[in-house]
């Protein structure tokens, strides 16, 4: 039994099966690639798994029970988060913003704590080796690679568990980023 077992799942839009009867299982700590032309479904399954789609049939397992997902806070609460190929940062917000939205430090008196914010932001930055990235600039500016990277970063302080990453790969954007692995964590 692995840690987490998608069984059989289904998806049809407007009649049309999107995923059929698809199965795969990955245990903590591995990795797990989706290939295939664009509409084989891989963008679909991996919603389905975030809570962004129901299923119309099949069943999620995680460490073997039976996990009602219903809604990308119902993954969260599994330890479940995902980078879209869409990414879902306010461009003319920084870095720092971004990554903490609805939850930034407050002062007593309840402003932003900008201070605490960008100290918390180069600390976070810093633990997942991407220190280079400055939390206070605007994240329309930077390249596409950093704001995955961002991405991600927000993804797993969001759940604190797996991280589904949706990305489009071409020619032109084929170097490795660095900084996927937090410290001292699988």
Not at 15 to 41: F, I, P, W
Not at 65 to 82: E, F, H, R
Not at 118 to 141: A, F, M, N
Not at 153 to 158: D, G, Q, T, Y
């Amino acid at each position: 039994m692995a840690d987490l077992e998608l069984i059989g799942i289904s998806k049809l839009f407007g009649g049309q099966y999107a995923l059929k009867d698809v199965s795969m299982s990955c245990n903590r700590g591995e990795v797990r690639a989706l290939l295939g032309e664009n509409g084989a479904g891989k963008s679909t399954l991996l919603k389905v798994l975030a809570g962004a789609y129901s299923a119309d049939s099949g069943s999620i397992h995680i460490f073997g029970k039976v996990a009602k997902i219903s809604s990308p806070k119902d993954a969260m609460k599994y330890g479940i988060g995902c980078v879209y190929q869409e990414l879902s940062f306010i461009p003319d917000l920084t870095v720092a913003q971004n990554i903490f939205i609805g939850r930034y430090p407050r002062t007593k008196s309840g402003r932003i704590d900008r201070k605490k914010l960008y100290s918390w932001t180069r600390e976070l930055l810093k633990e997942y080796e991407i220190d280079t990235i400055d939390p206070e600039t605007k994240v329309g500016s930077l390249s596409l690679s950093k704001k995955q990277m961002i991405e991600e970063v927000f993804a797993k302080l969001e759940t604190d568990g797996s991280v589904c990453i949706n990305m489009q790969f071409s020619q032109q954007d084929s170097r490795p980023v660095p900084g996927r692995e937090r410290k001292g964590r699988n």
